[in-house]
């Protein structure tokens, strides 16, 4: 089965609000990715993480590892239309490359 | 520079029919993978190739079987195909190599068995 668990599974927003999207494994993980899923298209790789406690930003995004390696979240601020989607985490292990549920995002104008 | 091409982007097959899909990357990247996406349970690994000449199972193999053509090359084959496989399928490649392992992927294949 799948990893990681991400939750929650539907996050509606209001635009302009902030919200956070957890993935969480029960083992230590060597890496953690994450991509993004609009509406009818194919997911695209933002970030991966190496690091324990690691923090990158990019513009509105804010992608953390955890300290002990088991979770990740993601973090978006004063959330626009554009940030419609679905938001993956993938773990990379031995070449093999698996997701997680996945995060649909829907944003209220 | 295309990246990761996948043919073809829509079918549909009656029940039993067989069908390879076909995907290629100009990426020179070393592992390439097959998923299927269904609604609420996001992206299922089916197998994956971490090198040229070799495969393995991934989460959901059953009903499917995969050649590493060469380097570039992966295909995706439903020998009978069930009502369950309808889904869209997904291909990706990965240089893999260190902590290189961002995947690219295709645009997708939309399969409807009926």
């Known amino acids: 089965g799948q990893q990681v668990m991400q939750i929650p599974q539907y996050q509606h927003v209001q635009e302009g609000e902030d919200f956070t999207t957890y993935c969480n494994s029960s083992?230590?993980?060597?890496?953690i990715q994450w991509y993004k899923q609009r509406p009818g298209g194919h997911p695209v790789f933002l970030i991966q993480?190496?690091?324990?406690?690691e923090v990158k930003k990019q513009k509105r995004l804010t992608f953390q590892f955890g300290e002990a390696k088991k979770n990740s979240s993601l973090h978006i601020t004063a959330t626009q239309t554009t940030d419609v989607g679905t938001y993956f985490c993938?773990?990379?292990?031995?070449?093999?490359?698996?997701f997680g549920a996945g995060t649909t995002v829907t944003v209220r104008a | 520079n295309a990246g990761v091409t996948q043919t073809p982007k829509f079918q549909v097959l009656k029940t039993g029919q067989s069908m390879t899909l076909q995907c290629a990357q100009d990426m020179n990247h070393n592992s390439m993978y097959w998923y299927r996406q269904d609604p609420g349970m996001g992206l299922r690994l089916i197998y994956y190739s971490a090198s040229e000449g070799t495969t393995d199972k991934g989460e959901v193999p059953n009903g499917y079987n995969v050649s590493r053509l060469n380097k570039r090359e992966f295909s995706l084959r439903l020998e009978s195909a069930a009502p369950s496989q309808t889904s869209v399928y997904f291909c990706?490649?990965?240089?893999?190599?260190?902590?290189?392992?961002?995947?690219?992927f295709g645009q997708g294949t939309r399969l409807t068995v009926v």
């Open positions: 083992t230590t993980l060597s890496n």
């Open positions: 993480l190496v690091k324990s406690g």
């Open positions: 990706a490649s990965s240089e893999a190599v260190g902590l290189n392992t961002e995947a690219f």
């Open positions: 993938a773990v990379s292990n031995d070449y093999k490359l698996s």
